[in-house]
T-cell receptor, first 113, second 116 residues
């Protein structure tokens, strides 16, 4: 398996634009996590899916952020409209659950100017 | 809600020496899992070691070992014979067991520098 695949690797956008980050989890994994990493706040869990269903979205910062998992092999994190304070590295991770290791993608570095 | 605290933002150690990174967590759960992840400058998150709370024996992986103190809610990582390649951010993480809510929560990390 190629591991967790995220796209794009880098994204630069202007304030107010819509941004969509994409994630393909490892086949057979039924848990999927979206994280945001910044120097100030570390690794923040934004949302967690289990079997394509959002279980906990308490970490989503505000209504500008939304996440979907339409099927077991694809998830998106959307920011609309984007703001400079959204600049961060966004990670997607997947696992089989039951306390097993979560495998991370390479992350998307988002810069909002 | 579970929280994970890493009280050492930065640490340094000489090559070949031993270093211990601290982690404490807060939970009312009895069954859970604990992890240490490493993030080198490449940004990739790599699992270092995993501990199941119901196991009293401390996990070890080659030069990496943990000191798991369940009553104290402490989970420290010891790196023996430190190598230059160990330079990275280290994150402690907590996952509740079962119940369909196995979200993985991280501490803020410790930046470790191994000096030659």
């Amino acid at each position: 398996d190629a591991g967790v695949i995220q796209s794009p690797r880098h994204e630069v956008t202007e304030m107010g634009q819509e941004v969509t980050l994409r994630c393909k989890p490892i086949s057979g994994h039924n848990s999927l996590f979206w994280y945001r990493q910044t120097m100030m706040r570390g690794l923040e869990l934004l949302i967690y899916f289990n079997n394509n269903v959002p279980i906990d979205d308490s970490g989503m910062p505000e209504d500008r952020f939304s996440a979907k998992m339409p099927n077991a092999s694809f998830s998106t994190l959307k920011i609309q409209p984007s703001e400079p304070r959204d600049s961060a590295v966004y990670f997607c991770a997947s696992s089989t659950g039951r306390g097993t290791e979560a495998f991370f993608g390479q992350g998307t570095r988002l810069t909002v100017v | 809600a579970q929280t994970v605290t890493q009280s050492q933002p930065e640490m340094s150690v000489q090559e070949a020496e031993t270093v211990t990174l601290s982690c404490t967590y807060d939970t009312s759960e009895n069954n859970y899992y604990l992890f240490w992840y490493k993030q080198p400058p490449s940004r990739q998150m790599i699992l270092v070691i995993r501990q199941e709370a119901y196991k009293q024996q401390n996990a070890t992986e080659n030069r990496f070992s943990v000191n798991f103190q369940k009553a104290a809610k402490s989970f420290s990582l010891k790196i023996s014979d430190s190598q230059l390649g160990d330079t990275a951010m280290y994150f402690c993480a907590f996952m509740k067991h079962g119940g369909g809510s196995e979200k993985l929560v991280f501490g803020k990390g410790t930046k470790l520098t191994v000096n030659p």
